[in-house]
């Protein structure tokens, strides 16, 4: 396949997020490299977002409203409708540190015909004020059973072939928080895909407001994903729940 024609697919999903959603839009719309689809997946929002995104349809390829259960049953309609060479996702709240991001994505998977997904760094902004940082997530590259000791890459910043979601399936909607990690772990830990760490920070994220259970919750998820693939062996890891804590607290999970 030719360099220029590696198709990207995009999919954001979305609820009730008319207040940012504009700015996901121009992320995608601005990048230099012009062969993506954006997929919007909206969960029949009444705040007038589907009102504005009507109004910016010239920026998008695709969009559909309609009830779902929650934002990974949302991402698999998206991978379902994707017809790119390579997914990736944008939450409605977030957008790309610049325009050059797919480009860089592009690069590498020309660069390295037999791999299969990259990720990057991310920057958690501010909801308001998204020009103030206030933290960072920082990836490295993976090594085989980093998964187990608490590591995981950014999930907006994961890019993959299309391919390896028909392998290996989408998410698991039996986790209402954690199936982006059950879904990288299966990918890269189990199926042990060809994989890129890229030291660039690709996207900002604004942060929000979550409840303590969510982190509880999170948490769980996790435990319960790790003991799935990892039997009993997982206690060696998780006598050490601070270091994946630490790091839920740093994230604002959202619905959307």
């Avoid at 609820?15 to 062969?35: P, W």
């Avoid at 909801?127 to 608490?150: A, D, E, L, M």
């Amino acid at each position: 396949m030719k360099n220029d024609k590696l198709k990207v697919s995009i999919i954001t999903v979305t609820y009730n997020c008319k207040s940012v959603i504009l700015d996901c839009l121009n992320s995608v719309a601005s990048q230099s490299y012009k062969n993506i689809e954006h997929i919007i997946i909206d969960g029949a929002s009444t705040d007038g977002t589907l009102t504005l995104l009507k109004s910016k349809s010239e920026q998008f390829s695709q969009l559909i409203s309609e009830p779902d259960s929650g934002i990974y049953e949302a991402m698999n309609k998206g991978i379902e409708l994707a017809k790119g060479d390579i997914i990736g996702f944008l939450n409605s709240d977030d957008f790309y540190e610049n325009n050059n991001v797919i480009s860089k994505v592009i690069r590498v998977f020309n660069d390295n015909p037999s791999l299969d997904a990259c990720y990057a760094d991310l920057k958690y902004v501010d909801r308001i004020n998204i020009s103030k940082v206030k933290n960072y997530f920082k990836s490295s590259k993976f090594v085989q059973g980093s998964f187990f000791k608490g590591w995981f890459p950014p999930h907006p910043t994961f890019f993959v072939h299309r391919s390896v979601y028909n392998r290996y399936g989408k998410f698991n909607l039996n986790y209402n928080i954690a199936a982006d990690i059950d879904l990288m772990l299966r990918f890269l830990e189990i199926n042990k895909i060809h994989v890129q760490y890229i030291p660039e920070f690709f996207i900002k994220m604004r942060t929000g407001g979550a409840s303590y259970k969510n982190y509880l919750e999170s948490l769980n998820e996790i435990k319960n994903i790790k003991l799935k693939y990892h039997g009993s062996k997982i206690r060696v890891y998780f006598d050490n729940y601070y270091s994946i804590f630490k790091h839920y607290i740093k994230i604002i999970l959202r619905k959307y």
